[in-house]
């Protein structure tokens, strides 16, 4: 049996880079995002566009590479789950998303879904950031509870369950105690211009209008 705990990177922060990217990752890219040197791992197709991945993961459907792989052995779980089953007793708190945004609708919703499932049961998971095909944080996830997030410009907070959110800081719209229902409209559209603290008691989105 593959031995993932082999290859724990160690580190706060770990980098995935899927199959949805228009150009391969760069050096000089992730040192703009203050990602220099962090590990990354290749989820399926995104063996085609990371930088020095420590490890491949995925059904083998797509690429080639010389880098160390595991491949699943059954299509009931999406490759972001496998890889996300098998790095669980690393050490990260933060991931950072490259290539998970733009294909298709329902890949793209399943990852969501995939995330705020592992904000649930994973211990010392912060936050994951979803990078567009611009490399500009797009998404971005935190476990329920209290979060100072720099926010600039019209964002929206969702929650994929139902919740309680407190918003305070440099944004247009404050809230205390505000009701949160799944996928509601009820926190889009705010504005923000610097620091803004968001509690929440559900993991919650941070989506920034495009």
């Known amino acids: 049996m593959f031995d993932w705990q082999s290859h ?7 980098v995935l880079v899927g199959p949805v990217m228009v150009a391969p990752l760069l050096s000089g890219d992730l040192a703009r995002l203050g990602l220099a040197g962090v590990a990354q791992v290749a989820v399926d197709g995104g063996i085609e566009y990371a ?60 990852n969501f879904g ?42 929206s907070l969702l929650a994929l369950e139902t919740a309680v959110a407190d918003i305070s800081g440099d944004c247009d719209y404050a809230a205390a105690g505000a009701s949160l229902p799944l996928l509601s409209g009820r926190g889009i559209s705010n504005r923000g211009r610097g620091m803004v603290d968001i509690s929440c008691t559900a993991p919650f989105m941070v989506i920034a209008a495009v």
């Open 8 to 14: 724990d990177a160690g580190g706060d922060r770990l």
């Open 51 to 110: 930088l020095k991945p420590v490890l491949w993961a995925g059904d083998g459907d797509s690429g080639t590479s010389g880098t160390p792989v595991v491949f699943k052995d059954s299509q009931d779980e999406t490759d972001l789950r496998f890889c996300l089953n098998g790095v669980r007793s690393w050490a990260w708190r933060e991931l950072h998303l490259f290539g998970f945004l733009g294909g298709r609708r329902d890949h793209e919703l399943a």
């Open 114 to 155: 995939e995330i705020h499932a592992e904000l649930k049961t994973r211990a010392h998971f912060t936050s994951a950031v979803f990078y567009d095909d611009k490399l500009e944080a797009a998404v971005r996830f935190f476990a329920a509870g209290a979060h100072r997030v720099n926010i600039s410009g019209v964002f």
